[in-house]
């Protein structure tokens, strides 16, 4: 609950032993602070129900309210609204509070072991801005429930078992038909791969162009990601080199982004475990033959949309997404016995999640009391509404779209950075910021439009604002360390501003609890964006390191340090770096 909200309820127990009771009291944001911060409206409401003036009901409240310290300046306004305003003693003694640990009041939830499914990379092919959010969402939640202390495991999940493994030992087999591993007598011998991890963001494209074009390349690129998956020696050594050079690049892009798994597991570690699942699914009597794939029905009666059965082997013998995400699944329940499973997917992908979820609990795979959840994201758009492209409407790769972000923040870089190795730093770091930022902003499932000039922008609602705003508020405390100032306790505030930053300060543990409870970030983004604008305008206002008393300094100092120390926690769980400079 947040600290207002806190407030509220106890003037609601006020009221109770007036014997006044209404479902909730509301305490708005008055628009006359002249004559008190907060405003209670309900007495017109009170008066109604109880049929008594609504002045005499306010008069009553405002007679208990008086007598708490927590109260001042309460008064009657009009025909029954109470005024009122926080006592400054209580938010500073309240403030104190979380001097030693900002998030002291922070309620935990109840302890789980959680595998955290997000990244969701394909090997061989270029990481696009559809990855982002999944790498940047899953992230954050995974810091969100550590901080929050849930055993948590993050699995990368790599797309390694797909055509596209087909397609790319195709095009292999036609640029070095002379490689080992095509030779018929091929007994595993190692070789050298003849191409880079450059090579790798040309050859899968023209691999997939050339096979749309021609029906037989097609069936053959099917038959090799078939043969992939029965264990096939030459194509198997073949699509291991290349997944791990892909890999490589792979873990350099999660890397900028601080994206940091625990696994690097992915489909094809599915294939040892997939005959036993279907066996077990075949002995529970949920496989049955349509068109000759084996497929298992998912139905339920309340469903109001189709719910098409899950696919599990073609009629050829290979496996499908579906397999390999429900065998995923049964070995994660097998090795780490989770008590939740999360899914940081596209949107998009609901109705797959929906089918394989379905087929776990059906099956007994899972148990009832293990919650696989499904954490949809939304798109990131262009201008034009439509996922974002390259400006000839290509897919843009991630490394691209951090590039076009780079352009923009290495222009508004401080001209003082002289230095081209610590400019490219600053501005490369500050270009994530503004994109992880911008990323985490929206409501999780809620699509949003990418505008890298905006979100480079050092004001406003932009992770350059909050990096710089952070970066002020530690050099400002390094000088009064210098200076050797002390700051241990608030002991006295000036104004509205103080309160300002005291309440959202206050408001800390609530956020974090509805973030978790919503898995989305948005409550944690807003968040450090209010408490960072607020210090901001009380730092415009005043000359923190010039005040002549020395108690306010000191308190001055103290808020300070704890809205610094909970930008970092935020943007650490945000997994947002901080320059030392900017
Ligand atoms: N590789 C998939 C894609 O690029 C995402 C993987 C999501 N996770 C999963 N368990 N299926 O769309």
């Known amino acids: 609950m947040s600290f207002i ?22 305490l708005v944001v008055s628009n006359r602070p002249d004559l008190g911060e907060y405003q209670i409206n309900d007495a017109m409401k009170l008066a109604k129900i109880y049929k008594k003036n609504p002045r005499e009901i306010a008069t009553s409240i405002l007679e208990e309210l008086k007598k708490d310290a ?83 495991i993050g699995d990368v999940h790599l797309g390694d078992a797909g055509l596209q493994a ?24 190692d070789f050298e791969l003849p191409i880079t991890s450059e090579d790798l963001s040309y050859i899968y494209p023209e691999g997939s162009t050339r096979i749309k074009a021609n029906e037989e390349l097609l069936h053959e690129a099917r038959n090799i990601t078939y043969l992939i998956q029965k264990g096939h020696l030459g194509y ?10 892909s890999i490589k690049t792979i873990k350099e892009i999660y890397e900028e982004l601080n994206a940091t798994f625990e696994l690097w597991e992915g489909e094809r570690l599915t294939f040892d475990v997939i005959p036993e699942m279907l066996n077990l699914l075949d002995k529970k009597g949920l496989l049955y033959i349509s068109e000759g794939a084996k497929v298992m029905d998912v139905k339920e009666d309340s469903d109001d949309k189709e719910m098409p059965p899950i696919i599990l082997e073609k009629s050829d013998g290979a496996y499908l997404y579906g397999t390999t995400d429900l065998a995923t699944i049964y070995s994660r329940m097998k090795r780490f016995n989770p008590d939740e499973i999360w899914y940081v997917v596209d949107n998009r992908q609901e109705l797959h999640f929906n089918q394989v979820f379905r087929a776990a609990y059906k099956s007994g795979i899972v148990k009832e009391n293990t919650s696989l959840q499904f954490l949809g994201f939304g798109t990131m758009n262009g201008t034009d509404g439509k996922p974002f492209k390259t400006r000839d409407g290509g897919v843009m790769s991630l490394p691209n779209l951090i590039d076009l972000v780079n352009e923009e923040t290495l222009k508004k870089l401080n001209p003082t950075i002289t230095d081209p190795k610590e400019k490219k730093d600053i501005s490369r770091t500050i270009a994530i910021s503004a994109i992880k930022y ?30 710089y705003s952070t970066i002020r508020m530690k050099s400002l405390l390094n000088k009064a360390k210098e200076k050797n100032m002390v700051f241990n306790i608030i002991k006295t505030i000036k104004n509205e501003y103080d309160k300002d930053i005291m309440l959202n300060i206050l408001n ?34 005043n000359r923190v390191l010039d005040e002549e008393n020395y108690d306010l300094r000191e308190s001055w100092l103290v808020l300070t340090k704890l809205v610094l120390d909970i930008n970092i926690l935020l943007l650490n769980i945000l997994g947002i770096n901080c320059p030392e400079k900017m």
């Open 5 to 26: 909200k806190k407030i509220e309820n106890d003037i609601k127990i006020i009221m109770n032993k007036l014997g006044y009771d209404i479902e909730k009291v509301t």
């Open 70 to 152: 927590r109260f001042v300046n309460v008064n009657i306004a009009g025909s029954g609204f109470i005024n009122l305003s926080i006592s400054k003693e209580y938010l500073i003694e309240c403030t104190n509070k979380t001097i030693e640990n900002v998030y002291n009041n922070i309620d935990l939830p109840e302890k789980k072991k959680i595998i955290i499914d997000y990244g969701g990379a394909n090997v061989a092919k270029i990481l696009h801005v559809g990855h982002l959010r999944s790498a940047n969402i899953g992230e954050a939640l995974k810091r969100l429930a550590k901080f929050l202390g849930q055993e948590i």
């Open 166 to 189: 087909g397609i790319v030992c195709l095009e292999m087999k036609d640029r070095y038909p002379n490689l080992i591993c095509f030779k018929s007598d091929y007994q595993g011998e």
């Open 236 to 245: 198997c050594k073949l699509w291991d080199k290349i997944s791990s050079l």
């Open 438 to 467: 911008a990323d985490l902003i929206p409501y999780r499932s809620t699509d949003y439009i990418f505008d890298p000039n905006k979100f480079s922008d050092l004001e406003g609602k932009t992770g350059p604002y909050l990096l």
């Open 508 to 541: 800390l543990s609530s956020t974090i609890t509805k973030a978790y409870e919503s898995k989305s970030l948005n409550e944690l983004t807003d968040y450090i964006y209010k408490l960072t604008s607020s210090y901001n305008k009380f730092y415009s206002e």
